[in-house]
């Protein structure tokens, strides 16, 4: 290893080849290493079994949910550190787990079940790396490549197939040639994998840099998991605003999108999803698609809801499908801020600037506003201005009094609001209720 190793990772190797165990480190930390980037976390195999790393780690603090898959954690020093005894797996029948997983004391079983050439690289103090596939070489090359023959390894586990993408998208990397032919020839499969899985994989396609290039690739495998997304592929956008059809348009708002955070690269997906079933070619030819942001926010929601995402993300991700249309600037600001909610305005302001520059340039000028709205909308909460019902000066009971009920007494005092929020009236008592009729 290139990059200084946690301490705590030191101390559970030395721990367990003192105790006379084979100890390394495996997968993803031996990849960031060896690509210079500092491990987030560093997985452990060994050749001890879960009653021996737990004896050896007996003084720990022990974590043993993944126990009957091998994997038991001791905490180190206040740091979750997994430890996972070799394995070697069984036949697979559901396309997803195998039936069986044996334990091993050989080092090669372990690696062979692992999924990338890159993914199956371990180190240790005594043997440097074991690199049986070419790991390192097609990290040389940034290829992703199957370990063993493509086709059986997703037909033994489909997830693998969006874990390609996912790894391709985030390390920037191209999928061996035979790899990708056998991911697309085996999507089918993946309705054998379950929809929270499906979810996590695809999130961290979406976020990686390479994502737009990654899906351009794999669409055919996107729509086996999302079939609600084939229509925008080759939809028709006839316009002047526009230089790509619908597809190609998001997958350029995506690439742009930035912070690259799931709420916002999963919007940045879904935006325009309403518009293959609102488009209507009008008689000169060029297309429109009314209201494409409520049916595209409603689509968003059945989408994400099938996928299983919490509630508080699908109603991220589809208020800012609803909102994305909508002009933005210092004017327009706090109304805007009001409609997606103060947390949500940031990512508002991103999914506008990828959406504009993935126009035609003559739609660019319109990002210059961006900044001046940002900064209204960051004022606005610095000051306490009035942003919603609650702040406003003028309540329901003032309103009574001036004879109002029902409903006229929700919809001025909605009204009231949109005066305030787009700078038309001041939050003040007198001028507000100036503009009330009374009943
Ligand atoms: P990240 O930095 O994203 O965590 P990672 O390589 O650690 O990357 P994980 O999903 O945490 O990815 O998996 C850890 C390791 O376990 C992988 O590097 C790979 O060797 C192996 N692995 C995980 N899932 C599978 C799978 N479905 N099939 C085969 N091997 C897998
Ligand atoms: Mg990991």
Redesign the pocket.
């Known amino acids: 290893m290139h990059l200084p190793i946690s301490p705590q990772a030191q101390y559970a190797l030395r721990a367990l080849t003192d105790a006379g165990f084979q100890a390394f480190l495996?997968?993803?930390?031996v990849?960031?290493d060896l690509m210079g980037v500092q491990?987030?976390?560093y997985?452990i195999t060994t050749d001890a079994t879960p009653d021996d790393i737990k004896r050896v780690f007996a003084h720990c603090r022990l974590v043993l949910d993944g126990e009957k898959h091998g994997t038991v954690s001791p905490v180190i020093d206040g740091e979750l550190t997994e430890i996972t005894t070799f394995r070697a797996d069984g036949d697979y029948t559901d396309g997803r787990h195998p039936d069986t997983v044996r334990f091993s004391k050989k080092l090669g079983d372990d690696?062979m079940?692992?999924?990338?050439t890159v993914?199956?690289m371990a180190w240790s103090e005594a043997t440097g790396l074991v690199d049986p596939y070419g790991g390192e070489a097609d990290l040389g090359r940034k290829l992703l490549r199957a370990?063993g023959d493509p086709r059986r390894?997703f037909e033994?586990?489909a997830?693998?197939i969006l874990?390609g993408m996912?790894?391709a998208s985030?390390l920037e990397f191209q999928l061996a040639p035979e790899t990708a032919e056998a991911m697309h020839e085996l999507a089918p499969r993946l309705s054998l994998v379950s929809r929270e899985r499906i979810f996590t994989e695809l999130t961290?396609a979406l976020e990686g840099r390479r994502a737009m290039a990654v899906l351009d690739e794999f669409h055919d495998v996107l729509f086996t998991v999302v079939p609600e997304l084939f229509p925008l592929y080759m939809c028709p956008q006839k316009s002047v605003y526009h230089r790509w059809d619908v597809w190609v348009h998001t997958l350029n708002v995506l690439d742009q999108v930035t912070p690259r955070t799931p709420v916002l690269t999963w919007a940045a997906l879904l935006h325009d999803c309403g518009k293959p079933q609102t488009r209507m070619r009008d008689r000169k030819g060029f297309d429109h698609y009314p209201q494409h942001q409520q049916a595209g926010a409603k689509l968003a929601g059945e989408i994400l809801t099938s996928l299983k995402a919490s509630n508080a993300f699908v109603k991220d991700v589809t208020t800012l499908v609803l909102w994305h249309d909508e002009k933005l600037n210092a004017q327009t600001a706090k109304l805007l801020m009001y409609r997606v909610g103060p947390e949500r305005f940031e990512a508002l302001v991103s999914l506008r600037r990828a959406d504009i520059m993935a126009h035609a340039p003559r739609v660019f000028k319109d990002a210059d506003a961006l900044p001046g709205a940002l900064a209204r909308g960051q004022q606005a909460l610095r000051d306490h201005e009035c942003l919603s019902l609650k702040d406003l000066a003028v309540n329901g009971d003032d309103l009574l009094r001036l004879g109002l009920r029902g409903p006229a007494i929700r919809d001025t005092l909605e009204d009231l609001l949109l005066r305030v929020l787009k700078d038309e009236a001041r939050n003040d008592r007198d001028e507000l209720l100036g503009y009330v009729n009374p009943a």
């Open positions: 495996v997968g993803g930390c990849r960031d491990p987030h976390d997985d690696l079940r692992r999924d990338f993914n199956a370990v390894r033994e586990d997830l693998r874990r996912r790894f985030r961290g």
